[in-house]
């Protein structure tokens, strides 16, 4: 059961790291602050009784002591004139009183906060006053004129009672004066005291609140820091499903839940790693059975083109001979529609032969590699040219090429034949009444190099864009162009087996446009992007 007097206490234990450390410190603060204004006030106190004690009633004790000697010195001059009847004797007494006027002047002004002291002073000042009326003045003027021995009666024992009676209010205010600087003395040791005390205070509060600030910082940030590294350490020694409690300041308690919240993370993703492991498990068991299989099958393939090789093609070299033997011996000698048969027999028996060289061809394309090695594509083009050239049809104008075509990595052979089919194509397939041009051009794009076969022939529609990199695939009969429909099928295949791209290129002349790519080796001839290629080209 929750008291009221548990609630302050509840909420205290929600104050924030931050709050607590500001409470404290602007409570030492107010306190400090508090020492400081008293320390001030004192330190005031003192500098005023300081002054009394160095320059108020010092000053006042030597006038009061000049005063007197004054006051004696008058009665002098007055007792010597008046035995003597010399004026000069009455130097001391004129010299007293200017003296005791000055003294006057210069007390005065020092006891307006001293009302007692001054007081006392206006006594002293009233009693000698009165000496002089009834005493000094009527015995100095009697002197002069009655005569020194007239005058000596008025000094007698009465005149000497009314000088005593000032000289005993000097005195008094001598002890005015004492009793102010005593007041003053005791005044300044009780604000030093206190000033003492004060610093003591201030000393015990800024202890006092370093203490408080390692306690509080120890409870709550030293004790549940650990704390909680020690579960963070538990949870990374294994233990994902141990839930992390925070303890300590608010703060802390927070960063204890962002951490669990981690945690807690961290358990589903291992969870989910688990199962993707298990389910990548399950897989690579599935792609080694059909790694397996596909090995068998190739196995299957390659036997296959063993005896496509061997034992298909020698019935049907026998059964082309016979029909070639037969077209040869008995050509005329029996009627037209024999003759047509007989050349469809000899035409169907070499185009099977080509349609299956063809797929050996294809098939044996990666699989008997001798290794990538740096090829120049102008020592290949050249070759290509070669066999372009040997065919009557074409001039030396028919087939040209950049100058310092790139060097790549890759398989001589295969790219021979990759240029020679494109190129072959692109002759092929050319305009009846326009001489065959074909030009090989390159450039590179950033990591690899791309080359295009461009050509003025019948060109390409772009929705048979994609069909005919297919096996097989052809756009036009086959008695309108020869061929078996596998030279781009091998074409991309070989660019794939070099890790490069092909495609019918976008074009805006008359003719077709076949680009493909190869990666940039690290043999590869430095053709600039940004450069335009030299339009030098080498003739055929």
């Known amino acids: 059961m929750t008291t009221k007097s548990n609630i302050p206490l509840r909420r205290l234990r929600l104050w924030s790291l931050r709050a607590r450390v500001t409470a404290l410190c602007t409570a030492a603060a107010l306190l400090l602050g508090l020492l400081a204004i008293s320390a001030t006030v004192l330190a005031a106190t003192n500098r005023e009784n300081l002054d009394v004690v160095l320059n108020k009633t010092g000053g006042l004790r030597i ?16 007792r010597g004139f008046v035995l003597s009847g010399n004026p000069a004797e009455l130097a001391p007494y004129t010299a007293g009183r200017e003296e005791e006027e000055s003294l006057y002047t210069a007390m005065i002004p020092l006891l307006d906060q001293d009302p007692q002291v001054l007081v ?19 015995a100095i003027a009697k002197a002069r004129t009655e005569g020194p021995e007239a005058a000596q009666g008025l000094l007698a024992e009465e005149s000497k009672k009314r000088f005593d009676q000032t000289r005993n209010e000097v005195t008094a205010l001598q002890r005015e004066i004492t ?22 205070g201030a000393a015990f509060i800024i202890l006092l609140a370093g203490v408080g600030l390692m306690v509080l910082l120890n409870r709550m940030v030293t004790r549940p820091v650990l704390d909680l590294a020690a579960q963070v350490q538990h949870v990374a020694d294994g233990a994902y499903e141990t839930q992390i409690v925070g303890q300590g300041s608010p703060e802390l308690n927070r960063l204890a839940e962002d951490v669990d919240g981690m945690r807690r993370q961290i358990a589903a993703d291992l969870a989910e790693v688990r199962q993707a492991r298990h389910a990548v498990e399950t897989v690579n068991a599935q792609l080694q059975a059909q790694a397996f299989e596909l090995t068998r099958s190739n196995r299957d393939l390659e ?11 020698e ?34 028996a070499q185009r099977m032969q080509r349609l299956i060289n063809d797929l050996l061809a294809f098939s044996r394309i990666g699989r008997n590699t001798s290794g990538f090695v740096p090829v120049s594509l102008n020592e290949v083009m050249t070759a290509v040219a070669e ?3 040997n065919d009557v049809h074409y001039d030396q104008n028919t087939l040209t090429w950049d100058d310092d075509l790139p060097t790549v990595l890759g398989e001589e052979a295969l790219l021979g034949t990759l240029l020679a089919n494109l190129i072959g194509n692109s002759l092929k397939f050319a305009r009846v009444d326009v001489p065959p041009k074909v030009h090989v051009s390159a450039q590179r794009v950033e990591d690899e190099w791309q080359l295009t076969v461009r050509d003025n022939g019948i060109g390409i529609e772009a929705e048979f864009a994609e069909k005919i990199f297919i096996i097989f695939q052809r756009l036009h009969a086959k008695d309108a162009y020869p061929g078996t429909g596998m030279g781009l099928a091998i074409a991309k295949k070989i660019v794939e087996y070099h890790a490069g791209r092909i495609w019918v290129a976008d074009t805006q002349t008359d003719g ?14 430095t053709v600039d992007v940004d450069t335009p290629q030299t339009d030098e080209e080498h003739a055929a």
């Open 63 to 78: 006038s009061g002591e000049r005063l007197g000697v004054a006051l004696i010195n008058q009665e002098t001059g007055v």
């Open 120 to 138: 006392q002073l206006r006594r002293v000042r009233a009693s000698a006053n009165e000496w002089r009326s009834l005493v000094a003045e009527p």
């Open 179 to 200: 009793d102010l600087r005593d007041a003053a003395v005791a005044a300044l040791r009780s604000s030093s005291d206190g000033l003492v005390v004060l610093l003591i």
């Open 303 to 313: 036997q296959f083109a063993y005896v496509a090789s061997h034992d298909l093609q």
């Open 315 to 348: 019935p049907l070299r026998k059964v082309a001979s016979f029909c070639q033997l037969l077209q040869r011996r008995y050509a005329g000698q029996l009627d037209e529609r024999a003759d047509q048969y007989i050349g469809f027999a000899v035409d169907g």
């Open 387 to 389: 066999q372009v050239t």
């Open 512 to 525: 077709a446009a076949i680009t493909f790519t190869l990666p940039v080796g690290e043999d590869a001839d």
